[in-house]
């Protein structure tokens, strides 16, 4: 994996990818954050040594080089999901690479139900912590020294400091904004009400299908991170309805101003 991981770089250091200090990955209906940056690079994945095909028609499947308020700072637009039928080493090798790059700060978005019936469809989550329900963790198998120890570990994996700095953004801007838990789902089925009520007991908030294996490899290679989950729908197992995907991506397109404004003055204050 190192070894790719580092031909990989390589490779976009060819391409004039470098130095980014900060990466950021973009969920399902949230790919305009790319207006945010000036754009010096853009890259199909289908391009990259080493990369998967984002497979999944709300995914570009690119990756962006450029800059925000003078930040260097690597996007990518769609990410890679277990239920796609990857395993969590394929869908984490970005971050991997990301590091050989030499970013330090991770940021991360998502797309969710919330299974909290406080929180407002297109209102957005900060991650305070995960559960990972996912049947399997990518730090699995061989144990390469030059990423990071063998047993990390994970009582604070999003920064304290990044999420103060977040919930002070969002107060300065009169942006209503929540905190809690993720839990990440196998997918791609949604769940069933039984599901949403043994998921609301575990003591998650929201539920996705994505986020935690990019957490836990970005956590164990010492990035900084931050996440924040758009909730798109509500998941009440005793009021359940079928779930239309037009009003999620219709959600989180309400949300993802707010979403951009936060991550850009975010990376500002980096």
């Known amino acids: 994996m190192y070894v790719k991981a580092k031909e990989t770089a390589d490779f976009l250091r060819s391409k004039g990818i470098g130095n980014p200090k900060v990466a950021v990955i973009l ?42 308020e003078g930040v260097n700072v690597l996007l990518m637009q769609g990410r890679f999901h277990y239920y796609e039928g990857y395993s969590l080493q394929q869908i984490t090798f970005p971050v991997r690479v990301m590091k050989l790059l030499g970013v330090e700060t991770l940021l991360v978005s998502n797309a969710c139900g919330t299974v909290n019936l406080k929180f407002k469809p297109a209102s957005l989550m900060i991650i305070d912590d995960h ?64 599901e949403y009520r043994f998921i609301r007991t575990m003591g998650a908030d929201v539920v996705g299908m994505s986020t935690v294996p990019e957490v836990i490899v970005a956590h164990h290679m010492g990035m900084k991170i931050a996440a924040i989950s758009v909730v798109t729908d509500l998941c009440d197992p005793d009021n359940l309805h079928p779930v239309d995907i037009d009003d999620i991506l219709k959600n989180a397109a309400m949300a993802e101003r707010n979403l951009m404004l936060l991550f850009h003055e975010l990376i500002r204050q980096l």
């Open 131 to 194: 559960i990972n329900m996912l049947p399997d963790n990518p730090l699995i198998g061989k144990n390469h020294e030059e990423f990071g120890p063998r047993f990390p570990d994970m009582s604070r994996p999003y920064d304290p400091e990044l999420i103060k700095k977040m919930e002070h953004i969002a107060r300065e801007n009169d942006m209503e904004i929540e905190k809690g838990v993720y839990v990440a789902w196998m997918g791609p089925s949604l769940e069933t009400r039984a």
């Open 27 to 68: 969920g399902t209906g949230l790919g305009r954050f790319i207006e945010e940056v000036r754009v010096k690079v853009e890259i199909n994945y289908s391009h990259i040594p080493h990369f998967e095909e984002a497979t999944v028609e709300f995914h570009k499947g690119k990756l962006v080089y450029g800059t925000i």
